[in-house]
């Protein structure tokens, strides 16, 4: 069995913004045409992922609200998630602490998070980043920038060095905040 990565993202936007954001239904698969040159470069045990796949994926999300996926994520105990908007900052932070190893479930569960691109609306390039916080340091498998009406993929697996160092940082102390303490 392989171990989950851990997923963190902060994205600058209003509260308004957000509000809209949190009650807008997810995004699928479909909505990014980046997948591929990502998945290209990736080593799945399945062999390589297609074009159909991605559009099978987007056929079968559910259009829920945004904010129930949040909801589902930060109450699930295996997850460890958690979501914080910070009104005067104008950011929200997202982190689960055990995401996923899989690509397919990536293509199930980010595009949802991709889609606060279509709400952003406060300058600079924020981030979702998707790595093994809990097992190893030395790698991450994507990293995706997120500005205002666009995501991108910005670097996957093997990329390490594309990774700005205040990235890397500012996740690794939001995610070990979701650390389970051992009672003493």
């Known amino acids: 069995m392989s171990e989950p990565c851990s997923l963190y993202l902060k994205v600058r936007l209003s509260k308004a913004a957000y509000e809209s954001y949190l009650a807008s239904p997810c995004a699928d698969a479909r909505d990014?045409?980046?997948?591929?040159?990502?998945?290209?470069?990736?080593?799945?045990?399945g062999g390589p992922m297609?074009?159909?796949?991605?559009?099978?994926?987007?056929?079968?999300?559910?259009?829920?609200?945004?904010?129930?996926?949040?909801?589902?994520?930060?109450?699930?105990?295996?997850?460890?998630?958690?979501?914080?908007?910070?009104?005067?900052?104008?950011?929200?932070?997202?982190?689960?602490?055990?995401?996923?190893?899989?690509?397919?479930?990536?293509?199930v569960n980010l595009p949802f998070l991709r889609g606060?691109?279509?709400?952003?609306?406060?300058?600079?390039?924020d981030?979702?980043?998707v790595y093994p916080y809990i097992?190893?340091?030395?790698?991450?498998?994507?990293?995706i920038a997120i500005d205002e009406g666009s995501s991108a993929i910005a670097g996957s697996r093997g990329?390490?060095?594309?990774?700005?160092?205040?990235?890397?940082?500012?996740?690794?102390?939001f995610l070990k905040g979701l650390m389970p303490r051992s009672e003493d």
């Open 127 to 129: 981030f979702l980043l």
């Open 159 to 173: 990329e390490r060095a594309s990774i700005p160092a205040e990235f890397l940082s500012e996740a690794g102390r």
């Open 32 to 45: 990014f045409g980046d997948w591929m040159d990502w998945l290209a470069k990736a080593k799945m045990a």
């Open 50 to 107: 297609t074009p159909d796949d991605i559009r099978e994926i987007g056929q079968t999300s559910q259009p829920v609200p945004v904010a129930e996926v949040i909801q589902a994520w930060t109450s699930s105990e295996w997850a460890m998630g958690k979501s914080v908007y910070d009104e005067s900052a104008e950011v929200w932070q997202f982190g689960i602490l055990q995401f996923s190893e899989n690509y397919h479930e990536y293509l």
């Open 135 to 143: 097992w190893d340091l030395h790698e991450f498998e994507l990293l």
């Open 116 to 125: 606060v691109d279509r709400f952003k609306d406060k300058p600079g390039t």
